[in-house]
């Protein structure tokens, strides 16, 4: 019978009993999961947590001081050690009389920033327009680039090159 998994690890197994050892020919992997996430075993700790939304390089160094943990590979921690990797990432401070989340990660983030979007879509400013038509807010030229958000060329009928 297989032994249940700790909340913090998935095992991803192909083929074959899983409670037998796994023959070389079965892939296996295990992913520790921390604010929400599945972080890669296979990189040192301060990268695998740059893969949680809300989180970049000196975010991930902050977090690892503050525990005290030293920048490991992932799948050499500890079940104490992403214990409390968890909690730090779910404290919560008191801050003007409320209690906050100490990190604002993943989907409590994504959706602060589409409210922002949304409220100045609401109140017609000229950021918000410019989020609406789809086009950049901080100031950039579009004659000739920001493919990216006003999409694929169209061309326009009735246009010809001019001759010399």
Same mark, same amino acid.
């Given at each position: 019978m297989a032994k249940?998994?700790?909340?913090? *690890? *998935?095992?991803l197994r192909k083929g074959g009993d899983p409670s037998s050892p796994s023959p070389s020919n079965t892939l296996s992997i295990q992913c520790a999961r921390v604010g929400g996430v599945e972080i890669p075993d296979n990189k040192r700790i301060?990268?695998?947590?740059?893969?949680?939304?809300?989180?970049?390089?000196?975010?991930?160094r902050q977090i690892l001081w503050e525990v005290g943990l030293e920048n490991k590979v992932t799948k050499d921690l500890t079940e104490e050690e992403l214990t409390t990797l968890r909690e730090e990432? *779910?404290?919560?401070?008191?801050?003007?009389g409320r209690k906050e989340k100490k990190y604002m990660i993943e989907g409590e983030l994504r959706a602060f920033n589409a409210l922002n979007i949304r409220r100045l879509i609401e109140i017609q400013c000229y950021r918000g327009t410019r989020h609406q038509k789809g086009l950049p807010c901080r100031g950039q030229h579009t004659r000739n680039n920001c493919r990216t958000l006003k999409g694929k060329r169209v061309p326009v009928a009735g246009k010809k090159k001019a001759t010399r």
């Open positions: 249940p998994l700790a909340p913090s *690890s *998935s095992v301060e990268y695998s947590l740059q893969h949680i939304y809300g989180i970049g390089r000196t975010r991930a990432l *779910s404290n919560e401070v008191t801050v003007k």
